[in-house]
T-cell receptor, first 112, second 111 residues
Framework: DGGITQSPKYLFRKEGQNVTLSCEQN?????MYWYRQDPGQGLRLIYY???????QKGDIAEGYSVSREKKESFPLTVTSAQKNPTAFYLC???????????FGQGTRLTVV | GQQLNQSPQSMFIQEGEDVSMNCTSS?????WLWYKQDPGEGPVLLIA?????ELTSNGRLTAQFGITRKDSFLNISASIPSDVGIYFC???????????FGKGTRLSVIA
């Protein structure tokens, strides 16, 4: 089945630890995106990548890092510098010739 | 970053009623998209609009791309319990820019 897979679905971490969220797609899409969702805030863009080995900061990049070594994969690391990391994280991808972005099922990160 | 003004924030309606929600922007968009998100899941694309004035339907859903290119609305006719969820509008400005999202409209349907 073609699609975007985020793992794990739920993640718990202790404060001060870095954590990496996985996002893999087999849609052959060039562009990939990470969004953060908080209640009542909508979707806020963290980082995006239009092509392998290149990525851009979004609106709330502080405390996060990404890599794009393969077309299929765009992992997001939530670092200890992120002041309020507990949130629902969504990954999306898009064909470069189209506008529509397609989302994974999300990862709920809880930092205790 | 830019955000869209989506309204209303939430709606409680009776099953069978029609629903209308809209999004406005201070700048022009080339594309408008409408997504639905079920609890704990990622958003799913409902309708995509590409031209000013375009009116597109998907079953009981109808969406329009405003003539000014700064707004869009979504209508749901004869609502049913499975319409419950959060509806997001999203727009893309000219150029190869990421989508901008509204804050969502939370829909509750009372049977």
């Amino acid at each position: 089945d073609g699609g975007i897979t985020q793992s794990p679905k739920y993640l718990f971490r202790k404060e001060g630890q870095n954590v990496t969220l996985s996002c893999e797609q087999n849609l052959n899409h060039d562009a990939m995106y990470w969004y953060r969702q908080d209640p009542g805030q909508g979707l806020r863009l963290i980082y995006y990548s239009q092509i392998v080995n290149d990525f851009q900061k979004g609106d709330i990049a502080e405390g996060y890092s990404v890599s794009r070594e393969k077309k299929e994969s765009f992992p997001l690391t939530v670092t200890s510098a992120q002041k309020n990391p507990t949130a629902f994280y969504l990954c999306a991808s898009r064909d470069r010739l189209l506008t529509e972005a397609f989302f994974g099922q999300g990862t709920r990160l809880t930092v205790v | 970053g830019q955000q869209l003004n989506q309204s209303p924030q939430s709606m409680f309606i009776q099953e069978g009623e029609d629903v209308s929600m809209n999004c406005t922007s201070s700048s022009i968009f080339n594309t408008w998209l409408w997504y639905k998100q079920d609890p704990g899941e990622g958003p799913v694309l409902l309708i995509a609009l590409y031209k000013a004035g375009e009116l597109t339907s998907n079953g009981r859903l109808t969406a329009q791309f405003g003539i000014t290119r700064k707004d869009s609305f979504l209508n749901i006719s004869a609502s049913i319990p499975s319409d419950v969820g959060i509806y997001f509008c999203a727009g893309r400005a000219p150029g190869n820019t990421p989508l901008v999202f509204g804050k969502g409209t939370r829909l509750s349907v009372i049977a």
